[in-house]
């Protein structure tokens, strides 16, 4: 007889956030996948970043820092999504955000998405788990740079006034990405 497990509880899944904090606390560098488009161009769904462990108080304007701005979101995933999790159902937990540091404001650090208009609220340097250090895309590793280009710039000036440009880049990235992972056609016969 099949026996489906039952989807994680939110009981469970805060069970686990301890977990999770306490391996972004320790020294040397964890790798997490990105999942969320508030940063684009910067980071696309399903990147993978290199997260080195840095108290919040050596966080420089311009970093990508890695915070949890609460204790954690939760979300229940009710269709399939190559970039993210591959489920009908179940509960997806946001657990850190990944953000541009601004500056610093009292004892706190202000932070943006690059595809956002606004700053985020200040988040507590206690709840600075660590900087971006490089990121994996594909095959393509690279370094995040402080300052954006002035093209990158500009495409954030859009991107952040056009949601019908940020649903047809993000379209054109996951078609992208699911070609990369389709088989190589068969040679042709000579």
């Known amino acids: 007889m099949f026996e489906c497990s ?7 899944q805060r069970a686990r ?5 306490e391996v972004l606390r320790i020294p040397g560098t964890v790798s997490l996948r990105v999942g969320s488009n508030s940063m684009l161009p910067t ?18 304007p311009g970093r990508l820092v890695v915070y949890a701005l609460k204790e954690f979101d939760v979300h229940r995933v ?37 595809a956002l208009l606004g700053d985020d609220p200040p988040v507590q340097l206690s709840r600075i788990f660590g900087e971006v250090v490089a990121i994996q895309r594909g095959r393509s590793h ?3 740079r402080e300052k954006l280009t002035r093209t990158q710039e500009l495409f954030c000036f859009f991107l952040r006034r056009s ?12 078609l992208r990405h699911a070609m990369n992972r389709s088989p190589a056609a068969p040679e042709p016969i000579s």
């Not at 956030?17 to 904090?21: G, L, R």
């Not at 949601?163 to 996951?174: F, G, P, V």
Request: net charge positive.
């Open 43 to 60: 980071l696309w769904p399903g990147d993978v970043i290199a997260v080195r462990r840095t108290p919040g108080c050596d966080i420089r």
């Open 142 to 144: 690279i370094v995040p």
């Open 17 to 21: 956030w301890p977990t999770a904090a």
């Open 78 to 114: 009710v269709r399939w999504d190559p970039n993210a999790a591959k489920m009908t159902t179940g509960v997806i937990v946001n657990m850190f955000t990944v953000h541009r540091a601004v500056r610093y404001e009292r004892d706190a650090l202000i932070t943006r998405g690059d």
């Open 6 to 12: 039952p989807s994680p509880t939110v009981d469970e």
């Open 163 to 174: 949601r019908h440009l940020q649903s047809l880049l993000l379209h054109l990235h996951s």
